[in-house]
């Protein structure tokens, strides 16, 4: 009633009386709805009527603090201080000032002052909390997020920040504690058996974590949090069987979404049924055509299943998608070779040294197909730039050993050989398969024999 009397005011250019309390729901009911040009004429107006109203004047410093109108806001704040010293608001409204300029420690004093003369005291325990946060001090801000517990055991929300606070500080065993406590008092609350089974999945204790989410949904079996936190546990486990069928519980329950049919596409290439997880995988891109690890989900079984196209074809689609991945251009390079596409692989290895991924497969993998391809200067060249990071690897010296005997250059040559049998002896059976003519060598038989003896 009252707001379409001042609305209609507004349309007429007259001017009707409303008492404080009229304005105060005017005003909220604009605020709440983010309609500031209207709420800011409605105040205007409420203190042309009502000039010495602290709570209209409140409601004036809301308006400031939105308008990032700090020092106006302050110094209202501080004539209204002077009026009505023990109104909570005036330092709940400070404290909001002081920390939008980024003073947490003194909106910290300001709400501890209102903590004095509230009836609220969640509320500003919460407010409270926050500015701990703000700070890095997770234990005052969990301390703050406990009083809100305390006077609403079922403040959900204040339940997960407690959690959070504990995490942030890695007191999972403290956490668990917590939680035990608050169950006795309040048994039936799903989301406190939920944040149980996660506190024990971060500290391992799968068979403990399994218990709290069946608890979670027996109490709630429509709680999807549930269903998907113990089908998570139970893949960790390998009981795939059993995490498809909680993840197929959770599809029941609310719409499909890309992740879960990735975990069972996942569950069902646990279970070695290659095929079937292909099916979900093309359901989780189909629900998310920006999903990378689903397509690359794709490409890894059809590589699996040695389908080396259709492999190819996807791990397009992922790079399509994030063309910054090392990971995804060394894939690239392995489904190259399988399929010939030796230059193609070489490519695709560069641009993993380019990404800044200079692990020793990548060195290792170039300079094997350049050295397929019969380019054995440039396969040499990448095993010396190789050596700058891997000065001491078994791996790039007996391929250097291979090289220089193709190069023609036998004393280079045996000089890596014996650095390669320093480093690691018995890694020469795995090469002597990559190099058999060479290692048939007498000089070569000579050399491994000679260091048997002087092992």
């Known amino acids: ?79 209204l201080e002077m009026i009505e010293p023990t109104n909570e608001e005036i330092h709940i409204q400070r404290a909001s000032v002081l920390s939008k300029k980024d003073k947490h420690k003194e909106a910290i004093y300001s709400l501890q002052i209102a903590m004095e003369y509230t009836d609220d005291v969640a509320d500003v325990a919460s407010l409270l909390a926050m500015e701990y946060l703000y700070l890095d001090d997770f234990d005052k801000a969990r301390m703050n997020f406990a009083k809100c517990l305390e006077v609403d055991y079922e403040d959900y929300s204040a339940l997960y920040n407690v959690i ?41 204790s799968f068979e ?33 069987d059993e995490a498809i069928e909680n993840y197929s519980i959770s599809l029941e329950l609310d719409d499909p979404t890309a992740f879960v049919y990735l975990r069972i596409g996942d569950c069902y290439r646990g279970l070695n049924q290659l095929k079937k997880s292909t099916k979900f995988y093309k359901k989780a891109v189909n629900e998310d055509p920006l999903l990378d ?74 300079s094997d197909v350049h050295s397929y391809l019969g380019d054995y200067s440039d396969s040499l060249n990448t095993l010396v730039n190789a050596k700058k990071y891997f000065n001491e690897a078994a791996e790039i010296e007996y391929r250097l050993f291979g090289l220089f005997q193709q190069l023609g250059d036998k004393d280079i040559s045996f000089l890596h050989l014996k650095n390669a049998l320093a480093i690691d002896f018995e890694f020469s059976k795995v090469m002597e398969k990559m190099y058999p003519d060479f290692f048939k060598l007498d000089e070569v038989i000579h050399i491994i024999e000679n260091f048997q003896k002087n092992k």
């Open 164 to 204: 959070y606070c504990f995490d942030m500080g890695e007191k999972h065993k403290e956490a668990i504690e917590y939680l035990k406590q608050y169950i006795d008092v309040n048994p039936y609350c799903e989301v406190a058996w939920h944040q149980l089974g996660r506190q024990y999945v971060v500290l391992k």
């Open 1 to 79: 009633m009252a707001l379409s009397k001042f609305e209609s005011m507004l349309k007429t250019n007259k001017i009707y009386f409303f008492d404080s309390s009229e304005f105060e729901e005017i005003i909220h009911y604009y605020l709440d709805n983010g309609r500031h040009s209207l709420a800011k004429k409605a105040v205007k107006l409420s203190l042309d009527q009502h000039p010495s109203s602290v709570l209209l004047k409140l409601l004036e410093v809301e308006l400031f603090i939105f308008e990032e109108k700090y020092d106006t806001a302050e110094s209202l704040l501080s004539d």
């Open 208 to 240: 403990d974590a399994l218990r709290a989410f069946d608890y979670a949904v027996l109490i709630d079996e429509s709680f999807i949090g549930g269903y998907l936190e113990k089908a998570k546990t139970l893949e960790i486990l390998n009981r795939y």
């Open 293 to 366: 690890k689903a397509w690359m989900s794709l490409t890894d079984v059809y590589y699996l299943l040695e389908d080396y196209s259709k492999s190819l074809y996807y791990m397009k689609k992922v790079l399509s998608i994030d063309e910054f991945n090392s990971v995804y251009w060394r894939k690239l390079g392995e489904i190259n070779i399988k399929l010939s596409f030796f230059e193609e692989a070489i490519v695709a290895f560069k641009r993993c040294l380019s990404l800044d991924d200079k692990s020793i497969e990548i060195w290792l993998a170039l």
